[in-house]
């Protein structure tokens, strides 16, 4: 248990749809990374926010956004969906901002678009 | 760009035997880190080891061993006395504090332990 929590565990949901992925970092982490794993694209970093700001933006798309809030949870808003959104979505924390800090993951939220 | 190459998409290796994973990548970036994850069937993401760019020095936890050619790009993982706990997916990344892609990562190598 890496001590991050990812809610929920598994979404089932149609096209053109809105959701929110939850992440609640490990205590004492200031850093949320969100990814994208599929089989087209393989692991994706998406962005990162850093104690409330976004701190790096990967290759998220223009239909996702996310936020950090002041008790640092962090939430991945995904709109317009579409088959190819279907991915497992992980989001991982570490203590501070930059990338030599080990990142440890959540078990992930396995999306479906159907 | 940067990339990330892993070649072998499987490999194979006999319980208690010597294994070692492939990774080349690509950077014109000084100032990088080199990370390999495992992905056993839980899917769980989890850091086995990384190196720092800078350091010449190979990275080692327990059984597990890095060989870092900065010069040719290369990161393989070694990992010694192969256990069953082994078996997972394992990923080569690539982390650059400042580009906007701040970590790339390559397809992946699935290791089977067989006993």
């Known amino acids: 248990d ?7 565990k598994h979404l089932i949901t149609a096209t053109g749809q809105r959701v929110t992925l939850r992440c609640s970092p490990r205590s004492g982490d200031l850093s949320v990374y969100w990814y994208q794993q599929s089989l087209d694209q393989g692991l994706q970093f998406l962005i990162q926010y850093y104690n409330g700001e976004e701190r790096a933006k ?48 959540g078990p992930g939220t396995r999306l479906t678009v159907l | 760009a940067q990339t990330v190459t892993q070649s072998q998409p499987e490999m194979s290796v006999q319980e208690a035997e010597t294994v070692t994973l492939s990774c080349t990548y690509d950077t014109s970036e000084s100032d990088y880190y080199l990370f390999w994850y495992k992905q ?12 720092e760019a800078y350091k010449q020095q190979n990275a080692t936890e327990n059984r597990f061993s890095v060989n870092f050619q900065k010069a040719a790009k290369s990161f393989s993982l070694k990992i010694s006395d192969s256990q069953l706990g082994d078996a997972a997916m394992y990923f080569c990344a690539l982390s650059n504090p400042y580009r906007d892609d701040k970590i790339i990562f390559g397809k992946g190598t699935r290791l089977h332990i067989l006993p």
């Open chain 1, 2 to 8: 890496s001590g991050v929590t990812q809610t929920p």
């Open chain 1, 58 to 105: 990967g290759n998220i798309l223009e239909r996702f956004s996310a936020q950090q809030f002041p008790d640092l949870h962090s939430e991945l808003n995904l709109s317009s969906l579409e088959l190819g959104d279907s991915a497992l979505y992980f989001c991982a924390s570490s203590v501070g901002e930059g990338v030599e800090d080990t990142q440890y993951f």
């Open chain 2, 40 to 51: 056993p069937p839980s899917r769980q993401m989890i850091l086995v080891i990384r190196q």
